[in-house]
């Protein structure tokens, strides 16, 4: 699809965090899976499916996680990282080593910041994930998780 490239341009700097902005961009791509016309009067969930997509939100989570995880493991040259992620020291948290924590923020665009909305997610993935030797292993590893996890 040729809409998807503007749609998702630069997303993790913009990322809508009201639900009428999400839907319409959603319903931007719903309307563009109903072209094929044997498509036409399936569900959503279905044309997605058969077109093998995701949901425009779904892409831009994975888009957070696998930025997160290129400036955590070094990708960019971040000298000052840690005023972007604030790292949880607490050895006594269940799951990986890397668990970050959220700056305290008192403005909306601030809370849904990447370093701050991307925090849940990313401390919820196993330690196989987030230790990935590179990027497409994470990728890989991320996309298995993710798979076995929506189909239990």
């Known amino acids: 699809m040729y809409v998807r490239p503007i749609l998702e341009y630069a997303f993790q700097a913009w990322s809508?965090?009201?639900?009428?902005?999400?839907?319409?961009?959603?319903?931007?791509?719903?309307?563009f899976t109903k072209?094929?016309?044997?498509?036409?009067?399936?569900p959503y969930e279905e044309r997605l499916k058969e077109l093998k997509l995701t949901t425009l939100k779904h892409r831009r989570e994975r888009g957070d996680l696998i930025e997160t995880y290129k400036i955590l493991s070094g990708h960019y040259d971040?000298?000052?990282f840690h005023e972007m992620f604030k790292r949880n020291n607490n050895t006594?948290?269940?799951?990986?080593?890397?668990?970050?924590?959220?700056?305290?923020?008192?403005?909306?665009?601030?809370?849904?910041?990447?370093?701050?909305?991307?925090?849940?997610?990313?401390?919820?993935?196993?330690e196989d994930v987030v230790s990935a030797q590179n990027?497409?292993?994470?990728?890989?590893?991320?996309?298995?998780?993710?798979?076995?996890s929506t189909c239990q």
């Open 16 to 31: 809508p965090y009201f639900a009428k902005d999400i839907d319409m961009l959603e319903k931007v791509q719903r309307s």
């Open 35 to 42: 072209l094929p016309r044997q498509l036409k009067n399936k």
């Open 78 to 80: 971040l000298k000052d």
């Open 92 to 126: 006594r948290l269940r799951g990986h080593h890397l668990k970050l924590e959220r700056h305290k923020s008192h403005s909306n665009p601030y809370k849904h910041f990447l370093s701050n909305r991307v925090v849940r997610a990313w401390n919820k993935l196993p």
């Open 135 to 148: 990027v497409n292993q994470f990728k890989n590893q991320l996309d298995k998780h993710t798979y076995t």
